[in-house]
């Protein structure tokens, strides 16, 4: 299959004061034709959102985020991401045991083969 990893450069995420990480410039254009989308498809149906894009802190607006589909924001904690001293972010204990689980599955796929 040839060698399907990142041969990119390291990843530098600026994490914000909120604790939220930046996006990227190519991040905030595709959420911005993202939002330019929906809102052009929801022209007269009942959207009643209006988000907006903020450069520093992500998707913004008010507090009332009403929308025909309900209150879809996230609800849960604040993720506090660890920024490894490689710009890498650590990965949490479930991501780190559900890799394990992989490569343990993998491995034994291939002692089948």
């Not at 988000?51 to 904690?77: F, I, K, Q, T």
Request: charge should be negative; avoid cysteine.
């Amino acid at each position: 299959h040839g060698d399907l990893r990142y041969h990119g450069p390291t990843a530098k995420p600026h994490v914000l004061h909120s604790g939220y990480l930046a996006d990227t410039h190519e991040v905030a254009a595709a959420k911005s034709d993202h939002l330019a989308a929906l809102a052009a498809q929801s022209q007269g149906q009942g959207y009643g959102g209006s988000h907006g894009y903020n450069h520093e802190e992500g998707y913004s607006g008010g507090e009332d985020h009403s929308s025909s589909h309900g209150d879809l924001r996230y609800h849960g904690p604040t993720a506090i991401p660890h920024v490894l001293h490689d710009g890498h972010i650590a990965d949490t204990h479930e991501v780190a045991a559900a890799k394990a689980e992989h490569v343990t599955a993998v491995a034994k796929a291939k002692s089948h083969s």
